[in-house]
């Protein structure tokens, strides 16, 4: 064959094996598909959102070291977490998620942090799915941290990881009667102006009095309040045995400190979920000395233990709330995978649809602490267990059955 015709031949053959590649598994291997995060990035609860942020990355780097995760046409592809900030305000939510469904590769989100976000945002969501008379969002969402009690029943298209927190007080006060026959009565504080703090706070009311506890008065303050010297007082002449706070890290420490100055010493303290975490302990270890606080994270096992490395790797720490959020991209890269999502913007809206009904069909996930359960209003139903703070650290104070 004449040189030139030959040079034409390998050029052929060149084009025709690079047209087979590009089709092949092994080619999408460069492909990458979004997983959307929002939450609180800024404000006082910041913390939140940021913990959420480096869980969602941390997962999404192991799940790309292990191979990434198969698509629909049987291509790999890798996950990329974006992450926007909402700064615990419901416009701004409700504006992050609309301008997350307007891309064109985001098929799913995990959001958000605050429960007063949460709620209207699930009030943009399209109520009932197929329901063709109500033009609502038509977007799967997947909260990680908001956990006022009953907020996925607002839309079918809203699905949450967080505990029922109503079910973990109700079990703490029957164990604290089983176990601390000296107390006998209970004085409550409230970040009153926050949805979940002011909810969960009626939740551990009603089930102190359920256990036979007298709640002898409240002390209310706001989330951005730096003062609680008025509140301490109230706290102080009540003279109850238990102090129980809903309130979040931040002002949890400004109450604990002033109760210090006061001489305020109560028999037991109990504090909020959310407060379990390594921000109470870096503000006021010393004063939050024995506190006892139900959750649904804690490093007991190998799995927990492990992403809690990570996490703490890469700049963060992990609590109940970022741990959903791990647990929460681990369950949709197995969805991804059961519901063939393609990925691309051509199947966009049937991916939504696809990862609803996945989501929907979802009776069990797996979590750090063993299985989740979910329940028909698509609400989570989490291991949990107590922990107390003591020397400077969370430890295991008990584990319910």
């Not at 991209?329 to 990862?355: S, W």
């Amino acid at each position: 064959m004449p040189p030139r015709l030959l040079r034409t031949a390998f050029a052929a053959a060149a084009v025709a094996v690079a047209a087979t590649l590009a089709a092949s598994p092994a080619a999408a291997q460069d492909r990458t598909i979004k997983i959307y995060g929002f939450g609180a990035k800024s404000g006082v609860v910041r913390i939140f959102g940021l913990n959420s942020e480096a869980a969602m990355k941390a997962a999404a780097e192991q799940i790309n070291k292990a191979g990434g995760v198969t698509l629909g046409d049987g291509s790999k592809a890798k996950l990329a977490i974006e992450y926007l900030d909402d700064r615990c305000n419901a416009e701004e939510g409700i504006n992050a998620l609309r301008r997350i469904a307007a891309q064109p590769d985001a098929f799913v989100a995990i959001g958000p942090t605050c429960s007063n976000v949460a709620e209207p945002v699930f009030g943009i969501l399209q109520k009932k799915a197929g329901d063709a008379s109500d033009s609502g969002l038509q977007f799967p969402l997947y909260t990680d941290v908001a956990a006022k009690g009953g907020l996925a029943s607002i839309s079918q298209w809203a699905f949450r990881n967080v505990p029922n927190e109503s079910a973990m007080y109700k079990t703490l006060f029957e164990w604290i009667r089983a176990t601390r026959p000296e107390i006998k009565t209970i004085w409550g504080g409230v970040e009153k102006d926050f949805a979940h703090s002011n909810a969960t706070f009626n939740a551990m009311k009603g089930h102190a009095e359920k256990a036979g506890y007298e709640v002898k008065g409240t002390s209310e303050w706001l989330l951005a309040d730096t003062s609680f010297s008025t509140q301490v007082r109230e706290m102080r002449r009540g003279e109850a045995d238990l102090v129980m706070i809903s309130a979040h890290p931040f002002t949890t420490c400004g109450v604990l400190k002033e109760m210090q100055r006061q001489g305020v010493k109560p028999k037991m303290l109990v504090g909020l979920t959310s407060s379990s975490s390594l921000e109470t302990l870096q503000g006021c270890a010393a004063q939050a000395e024995g506190i006892v606080i139900p959750t649904s994270f804690a490093p007991v096992t190998a799995e927990a233990k492990r992403a809690a490395e990570l996490v703490g790797a890469a700049g963060a720490s992990m609590d109940l709330h970022n741990a959903a959020a791990w647990e929460n991209v681990y369950t949709l890269k197995d969805l991804i995978e059961k519901a063939k999502i393609m990925g691309r913007p051509d199947t966009v809206q049937a991916d939504r649809a696809k990862m609803r009904e996945a989501l929907a069909s979802v009776r069990e996930t797996t979590g750090l602490l063993g299985k989740v359960g979910r329940t028909d209003d698509r609400e989570a139903v989490k291991p949990f267990l107590f922990v107390r703070a003591e020397k400077g650290a969370w430890v295991v104070a008990h584990k319910p059955n």
